[in-house]
């Protein structure tokens, strides 16, 4: 089992910027994908962006340019800095992984999520 805990959402003005954090435990034995997706309060989760475990990076197109994902192999833990905020980014933040463990072999485990407001 993999235990995800997210960190770093919260209210920024338009233009600004947040940096959120997602930390994997438990008896992780690989970690093929990380990433991150977004409810926003029509409930739709969707898709913001994943980095695979070769590093290749994957974003929406309306976070390109302004979202970077990156990762802490030694700490088993990923990243999404957010540049130049809008209003429409505004939404629950869940942190996805797929992982193999001591029990599993690879699965998707989601992150508790953790909002971020974009508001003047």
């Known amino acids: 089992q993999v235990q995800l805990v997210e960190s770093g959402g919260g209210l920024v003005q338009p233009g600004g910027s947040l940096r959120l954090s997602c930390a994997a435990s438990g008896s992780i034995s690989s970690i093929y994908v990380m990433g991150w997706y977004r409810q926003t309060p029509d409930k739709q989760r969707v898709f913001v962006t994943t980095?695979?475990?070769?590093?290749?990076?994957t974003y929406t197109d309306s976070v390109k340019g302004r979202f970077t994902i990156s990762r802490d192999n030694a700490k088993n833990t990923v990243y999404l800095q957010m540049n130049s905020l809008k209003p429409e980014d505004t939404a629950v933040y869940y942190c996805?992984?797929?992982?193999?463990?001591?029990?599993?072999?690879?699965?998707?485990?989601w992150g508790q999520g953790t909002q971020v407001t974009v508001s003047s």
């Open positions: 980095i695979i475990s070769g590093g290749t990076t």
């Open positions: 996805y992984v797929e992982a193999s463990t001591l029990l599993f072999r690879r699965r998707g485990y």
